[in-house]
T-cell receptor
Framework: DQQVKQNSPSLSVQEGRISILNCDYT??????FLWYKKYPAEGPTFLIS?????DKNEDGRFTVFLNKSAKHLSLHIVPSQPGDSAVYFC??????????FGTGTRLTIIP | ETGVTQTPRHLVMGMTNKKSLKCEQH?????MYWYKQSAKKPLELMFV???????ENNSVPSRFSPECPNSSHLFLHLHTLQPEDSALYLC????????????FGPGTRLTVL
C-alpha cells in the first residue's frame, strides 16, 4: 500500500508561469513532509519541508502548502524557470529517520 | 570531496557474482541510509545506521548485506542477486536527529544479468 502518492507522473509548464506539484498521503501519523528535487544522474536534493503544525512554508520561489484534513500537500514554484526541470519527490515521516517517498513527478519547463 | 559520494556509479554483475557498493559522507553526519529506486516505484528505504548501529532493516532479502565500519562509510555487499534487483541504489546521510534533512549521493546504477 503506497502511503505517499504523486498521481501526476509528469507536468509541463511555460517558463514564468506557476508550477503546482501535488502529493497525497494516507498515513495520518505523518507529521513532517519534505520535497526533494532530482536531476538525471544525480541523487535527490532537499528542496523544502513543512511540519504538520504549519499549513504553509515559503522559501524564495518555492512554497509548500499542507492541508491536513485532506491529507494533501502541494509545491508551488513561481515563477518557473528552465532549471526547475527535474523530477520532484514528496516524502512524509513521523519524526524519525524513516522517510516514505512518492513515485515522483517529472516537471518540464518550456522556454 | 564534499557531500555524499558513491562508487561505482555503474555496475553490471552476473547472478553468481559478489560485489560491494561503497558510500562515503564528508558532512560529519551520524546517520546513513541505503535506498533502492526501481523504475516507476517510490524510493524504498532498505537500511538505516545511526552511530554505526543498524536501526532499521526494511525486510530486505539477505542477499543484500550492509556494513557500516564508521560514521563516514557505508557499504552494501551484494551476492547471488536476481535480475529484479536491477535498480538505482542511493545512499544518504543526515545528522541523525528528528526532522533532520537527508543528503543523497548520486547513486549506483546496478544491472544484474
Amino acid at each position: 500500500d503506497q502511503q505517499v502518492k504523486q498521481n501526476s507522473p509528469s507536468l509541463s509548464v511555460q517558463e514564468g508561469r506557476i508550477s503546482i506539484l501535488n502529493c497525497d498521503y494516507t498515513n495520518s501519523m505523518f507529521d513532517y513532509f519534505l520535497w526533494y528535487k532530482k536531476y538525471p544522474a544525480e541523487g535527490p536534493t532537499f528542496l523544502i519541508s513543512i511540519s504538520s503544525i504549519k499549513d504553509k512554508n515559503e522559501d524564495g520561489r518555492f512554497t509548500v502548502f499542507l492541508n491536513k484534513s485532506a491529507k494533501h500537500l502541494s509545491l508551488h514554484i513561481v515563477p518557473s524557470q528552465p532549471g526547475d526541470s527535474a523530477v520532484y519527490f514528496c516524502a512524509g515521516s513521523f519524526g524519525n529517520e524513516k522517510l516514505t517517498f512518492g513515485t515522483g513527478t517529472r516537471l518540464t519547463i518550456i522556454p | 570531496e564534499t557531500g555524499v559520494t558513491q562508487t561505482p556509479r555503474h555496475l553490471v554483475m552476473g547472478m553468481t557474482n559478489k560485489k560491494s557498493l561503497k558510500c562515503e559522507q564528508h558532512l560529519g553526519h551520524n546517520a546513513m541510509y541505503w535506498y533502492k529506486q526501481s523504475a516507476k516505484k517510490p524510493l524504498e528505504l532498505m537500511f538505516v545506521y545511526n552511530f554505526k548501529e543498524q536501526t532499521e532493516n526494511n525486510s530486505v532479502p539477505s542477499r543484500f548485506s550492509p556494513e557500516c565500519p564508521n560514521s563516514s562509510h557505508l557499504f552494501l555487499h551484494l551476492h547471488t542477486l536476481q535480475p529484479e534487483d536491477s535498480a538505482l541504489y542511493l545512499c544518504a546521510s543526515s545528522q541523525g536527529g528528528l526532522y533532520d534533512t537527508q543528503y543523497f549521493g548520486p547513486g549506483t546504477r546496478l544491472t544484474v544479468l
